[in-house]
């Protein structure tokens, strides 16, 4: 499976964005579809987790009501809507999925095998 991951950009403190991550080739066997982010200079952090077919979710601490991963079972497409924006969220965002089963309760880089190419978010102040 590949997977394309878009809707980065430049905004301003408070706003909102709205992330893809588009699974092509063969997304069979899927368990969840992750989003991480990292910062500069630092290891990639857990943001957002759910399952293949979008019944449940998981979220970091940091971004709770605030970021919302959403999947409809019938498409390969996992969104990440982000709102009410921080520069502290300012990052490279990537997703990913798993094949394993529980990874979704399991928020490491090291449950998640295919990874997207990452999309910029940048928060100014």
């Known amino acids: 499976v590949q997977l394309q991951a878009s809707g980065g950009g430049l905004v301003q403190t408070g706003d909102s964005l709205r992330l893809s991550c588009d699974a092509s080739?063969?997304?069979?066997?899927?368990?969840?579809v992750g989003w991480f982010r990292q910062h500069p200079g630092k290891e990639r952090d857990f943001v957002a987790a759910?399952?293949?077919?979008?019944?449940?979710?998981t979220y970091a601490d940091s971004v709770k009501g605030r970021f919302t991963i959403s999947k409809d079972k019938d498409k390969t497409t996992a969104d990440l809507q982000l709102n009410g924006l921080k520069p502290e969220d300012t990052a490279v965002y990537y997703c990913?999925?798993?094949?394993?089963?529980?990874?979704?309760?399991?928020?490491?880089?090291?449950?998640?095998?295919?990874w997207g190419q990452g999309t910029l978010v940048t928060v100014s102040s």
């Open positions: 759910i399952t293949w077919d979008g019944g449940r979710k």
């Open positions: 990913a999925t798993s094949y394993r089963s529980g990874s979704l309760y399991y928020p490491s880089p090291s449950e998640y095998s295919h």
């Open positions: 080739g063969r997304p069979v066997g899927i368990v969840a």
